[in-house]
T-cell receptor, first 111, second 112 residues
């Protein structure tokens, strides 16, 4: 769907280690997003990008950073992973007046 | 404080009957609403949307109703099929805006 690929699909890491999740889209969409999904909270926005090198914070951005050096790639970095960042992470992309198209998610476990 | 609420965590419906999923929002500035469907181990997929200039939008078995005065929208699925069993998320935005706010989801089970 909209050619969005997330990697890795599953990751287990230890508290305090840095982690980078990757999102790649082939639709030349301008906007890209990182959400996390947790029970009872639905999907919450972490960061989004409205162009190459243009990013902004979402509602749960603490402890996360992003980078977008090319239109097709959007990276999410957990600078020092904590157990509260155990979650399922979804990347999404869209054009200006289109709905979000999501990848299949990355399940991250921080032990 | 959730801006988009889905107060029913789960719903069970018999195959062939109507499924009605509800969503309430608090920000009266939202003017674009969407429904997404999510199967386990997959990403959410777009189902249907409605802008605030309309009060109804249909696409096949799926109809979304918007009541702006009540800040309420609903998704009707008629007839319900077992393949409709999934988690449904309501989302809201500003038309042309950059951010989408999601509700917590409702798990629909369609029983054969």
């Amino acid at each position: 769907d909209a050619g969005i690929t997330q990697s890795p699909r599953h990751k287990v890491t230890e508290t305090g280690t840095p982690v980078t999740l990757r999102c790649h889209q082939t639709e030349n969409h301008r906007y890209m997003y990182w959400y996390r999904q947790d029970p009872g909270h639905g999907l919450r926005l972490i960061h989004y990008s409205y162009g190459v090198k243009d990013t902004d914070k979402g509602e749960v951005s603490d402890g996360y950073s992003v980078s977008r050096s090319k239109t097709e790639d959007f990276l999410l970095t957990l600078e020092s992973a904590t157990s509260s960042q155990t979650s399922v992470y979804f990347c999404a992309s869209r054009d200006r007046f289109s709905p979000l198209h999501f990848g299949n998610g990355t399940r991250l476990t921080v032990t | 404080d959730q801006q988009v609420k889905q107060n029913s965590p789960s719903l069970s419906v018999q195959e062939g009957r109507i499924s009605i999923l509800n969503c309430d929002y608090t920000n009266s500035m939202f003017d674009y609403f969407l429904w997404y469907k999510k199967y386990p181990a997959e990403g959410p997929t777009f189902l249907i949307s409605i802008s605030s200039i309309k009060d109804k939008n249909e696409d096949g078995r799926f109809t979304v109703f918007l009541n702006k005065s009540a800040k309420h929208l609903s998704l009707h699925i008629v007839p319900s099929q077992p393949g409709d069993s999934a988690v449904y998320f309501c989302a809201a935005s500003f038309l042309g805006g950059q951010n989408f706010v999601f509700g917590p989801g409702t798990r629909l089970s369609v029983l054969p």
